[in-house]
């Protein structure tokens, strides 16, 4: 059974940049992806990477100022936010679909496990 524990996130000015981590335990070599959830809005997908990590799709509204990663020999998969806005503001998730392939997905419904997700909020 697959476990993801996000952490990283806290409170930071428009223009800072935060690194966020997700630790999985289990079967952990398969494609993980990000996704955040703002109040009063649905969860939406932020940055995905390939089991390999040879592959990674972002979200257009944050293509060019976040990077996502992974380290397969420490289990981690990160996010790295640079240049944050206050619509950054959610709570980020990361989440694995339990697939191993190139090819990404960027539904919520495609993702099986998900973690308990970290605040991310970002001030003006």
């Known amino acids: 059974q697959v476990q993801l524990v996000e952490s990283g996130g806290g409170l930071v000015q428009a223009g800072g940049s935060l690194r966020l981590s997700c630790a999985s335990s289990g079967r952990t070599l398969t494609n993980m992806a990000w996704f955040r959830q703002a109040p009063g809005k649905e969860r939406e997908f932020v940055a995905a990477?390939?089991?390999?990590?040879?592959?990674?799709v972002y979200a257009d509204s944050v293509k060019g100022r976040f990077t996502i990663a992974r380290d397969n020999a420490k289990n981690g998969v990160y996010l790295q936010m640079n240049s944050l806005k206050p619509e950054d503001t959610a709570i980020y998730y990361c989440a694995t679909d339990g697939r191993r392939t190139w090819g990404l997905r960027d539904r919520v419904y495609d993702y099986d496990v998900w973690g308990q997700g970290t605040q991310v909020t970002v001030s003006s």
């Open positions: 990477i390939s089991w390999s990590g040879g592959n990674t």
